[in-house]
């Protein structure tokens, strides 16, 4: 079954950079979008980047954009999302879901079927 792992969370000044990881079993990246959302206390949880199912098309939104890279290794069926530049409003739970087939131009959170179970960001001084 498609299982999803995060790592790489942690604290963090602002500025600063950290790369998470989500690595994947039980399917195979080349068939499937990956997406990296985040959930802050009292928000809902939002899309910060994507990559896609085929093309390898990436999707970010303007408030990470330039800030928040997606890239994946399919030898080693992982998908990272490197973050640099981070900022307090950046602190949330990031997780990591899967979904075959999926194109990001337009996807949302409810496109993506499989979910990791998390990792903290904190970017605080």
């Known amino acids: 079954q498609v299982q999803l792992v995060e790592s790489g969370g942690g604290l963090v000044q602002p500025g600063g950079s950290l790369r998470l990881s989500c690595a994947a079993s039980?399917?195979?990246?080349?068939?499937?979008?990956i997406g990296w959302f985040r959930q802050a206390p009292g928000k809902e949880r939002e899309g910060v980047s994507c990559i896609s199912s085929r093309d390898g098309g990436t999707y970010y939104p303007d408030s990470v954009k330039g800030r928040f890279t997606i890239s994946k290794d399919n030898a080693k069926n992982t998908v990272y999302l490197q973050m640099n530049s981070l900022k307090p409003e950046d602190t949330a739970v990031y997780y990591c879901a899967a979904e075959r087939g999926l194109i990001c131009f337009g996807a949302v959170r409810g496109d993506f079927g499989s979910w990791g179970q998390g990792t903290q960001v904190t970017v605080s001084s």
């Open positions: 039980g399917f195979t990246l080349d068939y499937y979008a």
